[in-house]
């Protein structure tokens, strides 16, 4: 009798088959003919033996081996978090923020119909509220393709995949498909990023620039046409006693030459600029002028019966106001200004006779404390073009500088030694010391000195100044604006911050005087920060500096030359008279005559 089975559940073996695993290829382990999940309860392949369950005496279990293929080890988690994503996204946006601020501040001004001043900051790259759930396509780490090491491979709920190349993650650059995809990189922020304007020069800075290159530099954002015509101005020989540079000059001149050329040769004033102010402390303050045009521009003006161009401004004596102002251009409608004192900048509006509007803007703000100094500032003026209502983003026609470092290199000195090399007359600069007296010296000379090869003359405590003076110049930029329009509305602006000059030294006299005081310090400053006292005899003290020398010389030679000139139209309006008094009777003796 035999022994009872114990195992009648696995009884069944005896009936099944069992195949042993075939040995798989390296390099072609999951094949489709021998899967690694194969079950090894599936029916053999007929023909095999069968393998049949032996018999043990023994009463305990016998496990059993089943020989399976070794699972593999678990791929690396490739995936990027989302955290990691986010960061990456917010610095691309960062870098790509750095390159446009770069660019724009490298980048020059572009003439376009859509220029932006320099009190106009340029509006914010996020047009649109920021998405925080918007896949962004320029980040500089692009999304990659991602495998999933949750589900172990091959099991009975998945398919099988094909094998990769590569179990590092591979990168994906995924393209939008149309312009409605390319959005920004979503960045949570509380309001819009306003970028900030160029940073301008120190007062400190503007100042030393100006004396070292006798001009300012023009803002990038200006941008300027071909000039087609300048005008230069000369503020006459005649400064009467105790007067300063706040005060309203007589007359102003504007002229297609340079003073220095015009006391060689004089030459008629396009412009001439007659003042009159009145008022005091019990009546209202009144600043008027009138300007008239000579030469070429008078004949057309007679010609065509046009009069004058004539200024009118009335302040309230109660509040400093302004009460009543016009510019009256003989036409049918007389232009109307607006003078704004900005932070930023100053500006001077008005409605041209062409109906357009024109707009002077200064440089940056008008100042003259802390190191500041009005000479500093450039002018220009904007007008609108095209459907554009707003003169900042119109066309730049004219423009106008104090000082526009301007050097005759070619100027000959007449009667003016150098005392290191006794050329006479000096050809070209001319230096003067500031500590010896009488000590004129070449450029050579000077440039020899700054080697340190001193002649006879040249000590190393000499200190020299240029006897060169800029001009203060205007540029006309465009052949249809018209010359006249822009000169009266200059001198308009120029009026109003000198006005504004005069309240700013009011309230704050201590720094007023100290920014003034370090001005008339340097060459181009004491002519800017005249005082009466300085024209009072020769040797005082502006004759240190050769700026002032050299205006000097330029009124001497305007005041010789202007009455040479009352002495030729007197001697000629004589004859004339007599010549007209003449032909008189010989009408009324023939009879035809009145």
């Not at 404390?369 to 073009?385: E, M, P, Q, W």
Request: aromatic fraction near 8%; proline fraction near 9%.
């Amino acid at each position: 009798m035999s022994s009872p089975n114990p195992y009648q559940q696995g009884q069944n073996w005896s009936n099944q088959q069992y195949q042993q695993p075939r040995v798989q290829n390296p390099e072609n382990r999951y094949s489709k003919t021998s899967p690694p999940n194969h079950s090894c309860t599936e029916q053999n392949v007929a023909g095999l033996s069968p393998y049949i369950q032996p018999h043990y005496e023994s009463t305990s279990p016998v496990p059993f081996i089943a020989e399976l293929p070794a699972p593999l080890p678990p791929a690396p988690p490739t995936t990027t978090s989302e955290q990691q994503l986010k960061e990456d996204e917010l610095l691309a946006h960062k870098l790509q923020q750095m390159q446009i601020e770069e660019v724009r501040r490298r980048s020059s001004s572009v003439v376009s119909q859509h220029q932006r001043p320099v009190s106009v900051a340029p509006p914010s790259p996020h047009r649109h509220s920021p998405l925080l759930h918007q896949r962004s396509f320029h980040s500089l780490r692009p999304h990659s393709q991602s495998v999933s090491s949750t589900t172990a491979p091959y099991t009975l709920s998945s398919s099988p995949r094909l094998p990769s190349p590569s179990l590092l993650p591979e990168v994906v650059p995924y393209y939008p498909q149309s312009t409605s995809e390319n959005l920004p990189i979503p960045v949570v922020q509380d309001q819009n990023t306003v970028y900030p304007l160029p940073a301008s020069l120190d007062p400190a800075s503007s100042s030393a620039y100006l004396e070292q290159h006798l001009q300012v530099p023009y803002p990038s954002q200006w941008a300027l046409a071909p000039v087609v015509a300048t005008f230069y101005a000369y503020h006459g020989h005649k400064i009467p006693p105790s007067s300063t540079w706040l005060e309203t000059p007589d007359s102003v001149t504007w002229r297609t030459i340079r003073p220095t050329e015009n006391a060689m040769g004089p030459a008629p004033a396009s412009y001439i600029f007659k003042f009159k102010t009145s008022g005091g402390s019990f009546r209202s303050s009144r600043l008027s002028w009138s300007m008239t045009c000579s030469g070429e521009q008078s004949n057309k003006l007679a010609k065509s019966k046009r009069p004058i161009w004539a200024y009118d401004l009335k302040f309230d004596s109660s509040t400093g106001l302004r009460k009543t102002e016009v510019l009256a251009h003989g036409r049918e409608n007389a232009i109307l200004t607006t003078y704004v004192h900005g932070l930023n900048y100053d500006s001077l509006r008005f409605i041209g006779p062409d109906s357009r509007a024109y707009m002077w803007v200064s440089s940056s703000a008008l100042s003259s404390i802390n190191g500041s100094r009005y000479d500093t500032l450039r002018h220009a003026l904007f007008v609108t073009t095209g459907n554009i209502q707003d003169p900042l983003y119109g066309q730049i026609v004219a423009d106008h500088t104090f000082w526009d470092g301007y050097v005759a290199e070619n100027e000959v000195h007449v009667g003016i030694r150098c005392n290191e090399c006794q050329m006479k007359p000096i050809n070209g600069l001319r230096w003067i010391c500031r500590t010896c007296p009488h000590h004129d010296v070449c450029d050579t000379c000077r440039t020899l000195a700054l080697g340190a090869q001193f002649g006879a003359s040249i000590q190393p405590t000499c200190d020299f100044s240029l006897v060169n003076l800029p001009n203060e110049a205007l540029n006309i930029r465009s052949p249809t604006v018209d010359p006249e329009l822009v000169v009266a509305t200059l001198q308009i602006l120029k009026d109003w911050e000198k006005h504004t000059l005069r309240e700013e030294k009011k309230k704050n006299f201590n720094g007023f005087v100290a920014s003034e005081n370090a001005a008339r310090k340097c060459d181009l400053g004491v002519m800017s920060y005249w005082k009466a006292g300085d024209w009072d005899k020769k040797g005082a003290e502006g004759e240190k500096f050769g700026t002032r020398v050299k205006a000097r010389g330029i009124m001497q030679a305007y005041g010789e030359t202007a009455a040479a000139l009352r002495k030729v139209v007197d001697t000629g309006s004589s004859v004339g008279g007599n010549d007209v008094t003449i032909g008189t009777k010989v009408a009324n003796k023939d009879g035809s005559g009145s």
